[in-house]
């Protein structure tokens, strides 16, 4: 089976909504291994016990994906009303042109409703994805009965909203973060053999540097400069080298040997996929904005839009808002010629 195909597979089973079952759970975790192997180094296939050393750690990716796939909310419907109806959305867009805009400014959209094997489809399912950014200002708060200024206050806003992977139903759009996080796993194993190439390439040139110091060193000892300078110092100096140069050449040997084995390879994989919630994560975190989008605390009165945001992480600083989204044929906004747009409000 194609790679394509069975990430595919995987990601319907992990996030389709239901439980496979242990006899259909190992299979698919077979498959599993059979996918990581073709994505991070195909080469792993010559280990004889390849299978046997990743399975384990599999499992418990298998695991760790299941748990994220319950987690994840349900589909809410998406258009210029919902900016109103909804705190989500209302937090998510400035405006409620914003939020129509978002849908018609989604090539992949348009182009899934253009599509003429999906023209009896009315609904389409896709992943709404946005980047959550906060800054500190200083403004005046009511506090009681007592307006204070410049008072610290945290304010939350929305940026990069795209639509991904739109398809017919719920669970096909489930079936693209399966597919998306097992390549981000694939992604971090395979990073972590590139790092190690470039610590040995590193450590190779380093080892040649202080190759050259060492001869220069010893080219000044027994030349002119032994004349002036005291040769204890030089001595010295040549031990150091020598010493680094000893460090250098051990950590060189090591890291080579990591790469260049079959049981480095694995090892590299087995560090990703036997502790997945390092690298991919999905955290729920409810929140409680202003109309103006500050970050209220609990209890503090007014005004607010109250609601669970869903944030995958890589573990690693990459953080990304997401929903899923349900978009009406009939709600996508006219296709608008920018150029022209632009050039009309020039002239306006």
Same mark, same amino acid.
């Given at each position: 089976?194609?790679?394509?195909?069975?990430?595919?597979? !995987?990601g319907?089973?992990?996030?389709?909504?239901? @439980?496979p079952?242990? &006899?259909?759970?190992? #299979?698919?975790?077979?498959? =599993?291994? %059979?996918?990581?192997?073709?994505?991070?180094?195909?080469?792993?296939?010559?280990?004889?016990?390849?299978?046997r050393?990743?399975?384990?750690?599999?499992?418990?990716?298998?695991?760790? !994906?299941?748990?994220? &796939?319950?987690?994840?909310? %349900?589909?809410?419907?998406l258009?210029?009303?919902?900016?109103?109806?909804?705190?989500?959305?209302?937090?998510?867009?400035?405006?409620?042109?914003?939020?129509?805009?978002?849908?018609?400014?989604?090539?992949?959209?348009?182009?899934?409703?253009?599509?003429?094997?999906?023209?009896?489809?009315?609904?389409?399912?896709?992943?709404?994805?946005?980047?959550?950014?906060?800054?500190?200002?200083? &403004?005046?708060?009511?506090?009681?009965?007592?307006l204070?200024?410049?008072?610290?206050?945290?304010?939350?806003?929305?940026?990069?909203?795209?639509?991904? #992977?739109?398809?017919?139903? *719920?669970?096909?759009?489930?079936?693209?973060?399966?597919?998306?996080?097992?390549?981000?796993?694939? /992604?971090?194993?395979?990073?972590?053999?590139?790092?190690? @190439?470039?610590?040995?390439?590193?450590?190779?040139? $380093?080892?040649?540097?202080? *190759?050259?110091?060492?001869?220069?060193?010893?080219?000044?000892?027994?030349?002119? /400069?032994?004349?002036?300078?005291?040769?204890?110092?030089?001595?010295?100096?040549?031990?150091?080298?020598?010493?680094?140069?000893?460090r250098?050449?051990?950590?060189y040997?090591?890291a080579?040997?990591?790469?260049?084995?079959?049981?480095?390879?694995?090892? $590299? =994989?087995?560090?990703?996929?036997?502790?997945?919630? %390092? $690298?991919?994560?999905?955290?729920?975190?409810?929140?409680?904005?202003s !109309?103006?989008?500050?970050?209220?605390?609990?209890?503090?009165?007014?005004?607010?839009?109250?609601?669970?945001?869903?944030?995958?992480?890589?573990g690693?600083g990459?953080?990304?808002?997401? &929903?899923?989204?349900?978009?009406?044929?009939? @709600? =996508?906004?006219?296709?608008?010629?920018?150029?022209a747009?632009?050039?009309?409000? !020039?002239?306006?």
């Open positions: 089976m194609a790679l394509g195909a069975l990430l595919d597979r !995987l319907s089973a992990l996030f389709g909504g239901r @439980d079952g242990e &006899a259909l759970e190992s #299979a698919l975790v077979a498959e =599993m291994v %059979e996918a990581v192997v073709d994505a991070v180094e195909p080469r792993v296939r010559l280990h004889s016990r390849y299978r050393c990743l399975e384990p750690c599999l499992r418990r990716t298998f695991a760790h !994906l299941r748990d994220i &796939a319950r987690q994840l909310p %349900e589909p809410l419907a258009n210029r009303a919902a900016w109103s109806a909804e705190p989500f959305f209302n937090a998510l867009f400035a405006t409620a042109g914003d939020a129509e805009s978002c849908m018609g400014d989604s090539r992949e959209l348009r182009d899934f409703f253009a599509d003429p094997a999906n023209a009896a489809v009315g609904d389409a399912t896709a992943l709404l994805v946005a980047r959550r950014e906060e800054r500190t200002v200083f &403004a005046p708060r009511l506090e009681g009965e007592v204070r200024t410049d008072v610290a206050q945290v304010t939350v806003g929305f940026a990069g909203h795209r639509l991904l #992977a739109p398809a017919a139903s *719920a669970q096909a759009a489930r079936r693209e973060v399966g597919r998306r996080l097992l390549l981000r796993l694939a /992604q971090a194993a395979l990073k972590r053999i590139v790092d190690q @190439d470039m610590r040995a390439t590193e450590l190779n040139e $380093h080892k040649a540097y202080l *190759a050259a110091v060492l001869r220069m060193l010893q080219l000044a000892r027994d030349g002119m /400069q032994g004349l002036v300078d005291d040769p204890a110092t030089i001595e010295d100096r040549i031990a150091a080298v020598q010493a680094e140069s000893s250098t050449v051990e950590a040997a090591e080579r040997g990591n790469l260049a084995t079959l049981d480095g390879y694995l090892e $590299h =994989m087995e560090a990703v996929f036997g502790h997945p919630e %390092e $690298h991919v994560l999905l955290r729920p975190t409810d929140l409680r904005l !109309l103006m989008g500050v970050k209220l605390q609990p209890g503090e009165p007014g005004p607010a839009n109250a609601f669970r945001l869903y944030e995958l992480s890589d690693h990459l953080d990304v808002t997401i &929903a899923f989204v349900t978009c009406a044929r009939g @709600d =996508m906004p006219a296709l608008i010629d920018r150029v747009e632009a050039e009309r409000l !020039l002239r306006a």
